[in-house]
């Protein structure tokens, strides 16, 4: 079982800087997200865009801006759980919750804040007729750890830039690869199409294009794919195939907690600190809705703050608590390390 | 003052609602279907306007604007469901004084 103070749902930027507040206020966070990786929207669809109205930043890169919050805060030590759903919530006697991922893992918390942003991504699935059969038989829509496709023969589909970055990664780890895309052209960064192209040369990349996935075959694994290019029809022989189509935001699971629901989002208590209608529970960023909500990250951020003081009150009642400014108090990382400013130095010029 | 011009948007209940749309905003048509709340909130713009998703697709019903597609909005139009010879997406479509009168459906959700 994880222990923390607050477990929240959603690695986006609202929740990752909760963890920050949160670690002012001396409070442990962990973080449930359903991607392999963190930064929620930012990392996974469009990392390479720049973004205009973070304070502070005439212009980031939405990559950049998870990069800079995980630096942010890793002195408070977040944990993770990635790849995983959060699926079910349990109440407590004590007010406390247990909340169970889709793999089974279990997290006892103080306090709850969903920051699930548009929901969980889910993977666009080809319509293939009996590809569930083969889910985590040898069909793969993430790739986790690249580990199981060592020494394997895996096929790739999509024209994007996961398809392209895990082509151009996994052509040093499996033992062939080969990229299906229904057109010719692909829609990536120049640098990894330019790097496929070479990759292609060398031999190492094997491109299909353009061409379908029509069938899988196998009996209780993948063993082959059927591929179809105007009309004729191909069975190419593979360990793995990736369908890499992009991803698609469902509420999931959360819709049914109870939680009053409204427009596809969580309604919450905005003029106190943006608790949903089950104490405890609180929805941040741009899974809530109340009235003038804006969906955006700066107003993310806000809420994330607003909603750690509250979960401060909720743990320690009756407990005095003064906002301390970090400029005048430093910040003391649950690592050990302390970051504060420089002292001024008291000294008479001759 | 720049003047509003008129869209026809056909949601997916197959209800037709005539709208007017501001051409001084820097809108596009699938901010319009969210103002006018033509379809279920987080159902259309999920990616917020990047041509990333395709939740925003639309059917063009006249010929007052284009087919002729974007390289981002075609290459997301190929990965898409329900496409069709008539499918933009919403939010490649600014609204200027050039699409008065147009003509649209609200594709299913994918």
Redesign the interface.
């Known amino acids: 079982m994880i222990e923390t103070d607050i477990l929240i749902i959603g690695a986006g930027p609202t929740g990752l800087f909760a963890v920050f507040e949160a670690g002012l206020l001396q409070l442990k966070c962990h973080i449930i997200d359903a991607l392999p990786q963190p930064g929620g ?1 930012l990392a996974e ?2 990392p390479k ?1 720049p973004i205009f109205d973070i304070p502070g930043y005439p212009e980031v890169l939405a990559g950049d801006l998870v990069t800079n919050l995980m630096e942010q805060i890793k002195q408070f030590q977040p944990g993770f759980t990635l790849a995983e759903t959060a699926e079910t919530i349990d109440k407590l006697e004590d007010g406390t919750f247990i909340v169970t991922t889709n793999k089974g893992t279990k997290h006892h918390a103080k306090a709850v804040a969903i920051a699930g942003g ?2 969980t991504f889910e993977p ?1 699935k080809p ?1 293939l007729e009996n590809i569930s059969f083969y889910e985590e038989k040898g069909v793969e829509y993430f790739v986790k750890d690249p580990e199981l496709f060592r020494d394997k023969r895996i096929v790739i589909a ?3 830039d996961s398809a392209l970055d895990w082509s151009i990664f996994l052509s040093n780890v499996a033992s062939e690869v080969t990229l299906v895309h ?2 010719n ?1 692909f ?1 990536g960064a120049l640098d990894s199409v330019e790097k496929v192209q070479e990759l292609k040369k060398l031999g190492k990349i094997n491109l299909i294009t353009p061409a379908e996935v029509v069938a899988i075959n196998g009996k209780d694994h993948v063993e082959s794919i059927v591929l179809e290019n105007e009309g004729v029809q191909q069975v190419f022989e593979t360990d793995y195939f990736i369908p890499l ?2 991803l ?2 469902k ?1 999931g699971a959360i819709a049914n907690w109870g939680l009053e629901i409204e ?3 969580i309604k919450v208590n905005n003029a106190l600190d943006y608790q949903t209608n089950i104490d405890g529970i609180y929805a941040i960023g741009d899974v809530n809705i109340y009235p003038g909500k804006l969906k955006l990250i700066l107003c993310g951020f806000h809420e994330a703050t607003l909603m750690c003081q509250s979960v401060y009150n909720r743990i320690n009642p009756g407990k005095k608590y003064v906002l301390k400014y970090t400029t005048v108090s430093g910040v003391d990382g649950f690592d050990g390390t302390r970051k504060e400013a420089e002292k001024a130095v008291v000294k008479s010029i001759d | 003052m720049p003047q509003d011009v008129t869209v026809y948007i056909t949601d997916r209940n197959g209800e037709r609602h005539e709208v007017q749309a501001p051409t001084d905003m820097n809108m596009n048509i699938m901010e319009l279907i969210r103002a006018y709340e033509l379809a ?4 259309v713009g ?2 917020g306007g ?1 041509a ?2 395709a ?1 925003c697709q639309c059917y063009v019903l006249n010929d007052v604007i284009s087919l002729e597609r974007n ?2 909005e075609e ?2 139009l ?2 898409a ?1 329900h496409v069709k010879e008539n499918s933009r997406l919403g939010c490649q479509i600014p609204i200027t004084e050039a699409i008065d009168g147009l003509e649209l459906e609200i594709a299913p959700e ?1």
């Open positions: 929207q669809l469009y865009k548009l929901g666009r319509q999509g024209g994007g229904r057109r052209e829609r189509f992009g698609t935001p509420l427009k596809n989002a | 279920e909130e987080g159902t999920v990616c990047m990333m998703c939740s390289p981002d290459a997301m190929w990965e469901y994918q």
